[in-house]
């Protein structure tokens, strides 16, 4: 599957962002999906996570109650609603998928995830 992102930008502290991954391929519905993002500097980390149902979501607990994902099977879309945006947040943000022949549950780090986007930057000016 290839996965491309697409949404991020530059946006005031408060604002708002929808982020959105469009996947190719086959049997898009099986996909355990994630969000990953990566700040200069730092390791990159799991913001949102969703099960190939939807059944099951995570989120790190520096964007619970701010962000939102959400899956369009028959779209092949994945999106990131993120609101109440911080500085914080400014971070090149990826969209990722584990082999759905392995997995169907979430995924918690990126060594679990086998298919990647090219990233999205987003930043949030003070």
């Known amino acids: 599957v290839q996965l491309v992102e697409s949404g991020g930008g530059l946006v005031q502290a408060g604002g708002s962002l929808r982020l959105s991954c469009a996947a190719s391929?086959?049997?898009?519905?099986?996909?355990?999906m994630g969000w990953f993002r990566q700040a200069p500097g730092q390791e990159r980390e799991l913001v949102a996570a969703?099960?190939?149902?939807?059944?099951?979501?995570y989120y790190t607990d520096s964007v619970k109650g701010r962000f939102t994902i959400s899956r369009d099977n028959t779209k092949n879309t994945v999106l990131l609603q993120m609101n109440s945006l911080k500085p914080e947040d400014t971070a090149v943000y990826y969209c990722?998928?584990?082999?759905?022949?392995?997995?169907?549950?979430?995924?918690?780090?990126?060594?679990?995830?086998?298919?990647w986007g090219q990233g999205t930057q987003v930043t949030v000016s003070s």
């Open positions: 990722a998928a584990r082999d759905p022949g392995l997995y169907s549950g979430i995924g918690l780090r990126p060594s679990e995830y086998k298919y």
């Open positions: 391929g086959r049997s898009f519905s099986r996909y355990p």
């Open positions: 969703m099960s190939w149902s939807g059944g099951t979501t």
